[in-house]
């Protein structure tokens, strides 16, 4: 089966560091990675979506990698704020779209 | 325009009884997808429904349903509620969901509690 998997341990980091979350997939590479951000008790918000084709996509303090050897795609936050504090999922299409288990992200002032 | 709308946001039954959850999504999306949320499993994929069809099922027992009404509302339908049922149960709109570029509009979920 087509699985996704993330870092379940939260990551805790400095306001003001970059930010560096990882997604990893099994099996063939997807077509498509997409990112979402989700606050408690709230639905996920769509990030980023990355191509197999592309090597990066970039917004604003947001960077996205997908490196189809390694199977994996990278999520940075530049220069980091207490506002990014959330979980991050991400995301593939197998038809449906599945996620992972998401990384919570806590940045410290 | 309006985002995804669920309704309700919040409510408990008990075990034995049956839930019916609705989601109404963004003017103009077709496809609309029902996840469970709980802490232990994450995300879990319920149903997708494009067109009043049901075009995926994801890994759940008959108990849970959905159907898709001819504007696109969608409602999903839990019977025979178990303790294990408790979750946020989440709704998302698509313009065609599928195998493209599915990026997801969710609406704030509805939270069941079971006891």
């Known amino acids: 089966s087509q699985k996704i998997e993330q870092n379940s341990e939260a990551l805790n980091i400095q306001e003001g560091k970059t930010a560096t979350l990882t997604c990893n997939y099994t099996?063939?590479?997807?077509?498509?990675l997409q990112w979402y951000r989700q606050d408690p008790g709230r639905g996920p918000v769509f990030l980023l979506l990355?191509?197999?084709?592309?090597k990066e996509k970039r917004k604003e303090r947001l960077k996205v990698t997908f490196d189809t050897t390694l199977k994996q795609s990278l999520f940075h936050i530049t220069a980091s704020q207490p506002a990014d504090s959330a979980t991050y999922l991400c995301?593939?299409?197998?038809?449906?779209?599945?996620f992972g288990q998401g990384t919570t992200l806590q940045v410290k002032p | 325009k309006a985002g995804v709308t669920q309704t309700p946001r919040y409510l408990i039954k008990t075990r034995g009884q049956q839930v019916t959850l609705s989601c109404s999504p963004i003017?103009?999306?077709?496809?609309v997808s029902w996840y469970q949320q709980t802490p232990g499993q994450g995300l879990q994929f319920l149903f997708e429904?494009?067109?009043?069809?049901?075009?995926n099922k994801g890994n759940f027992p008959g108990r849970f349903s959905g159907r898709q009404f001819s504007n696109s509302r969608s409602e999903m339908n839990v019977s025979t509620l178990e303790l294990g049922d408790s979750a946020l149960y989440l709704c998302?709109?698509?313009?065609?969901?599928?195998?493209?570029?599915?990026?997801?509009?969710f609406g704030a979920g509805s939270r069941l509690t079971v006891l």
């Open positions: 995301a593939r299409n197998t038809g449906k779209l599945i």
């Open positions: 998302a709109s698509s313009f065609t969901g599928g195998t493209g570029a599915n990026v997801l509009t």
């Open positions: 990355i191509r197999e084709n592309e």
């Open positions: 099996n063939y590479s997807p077509a498509y």
């Open positions: 003017s103009g999306h077709r496809s």
């Open positions: 429904y494009f067109s009043e069809t049901q075009r």
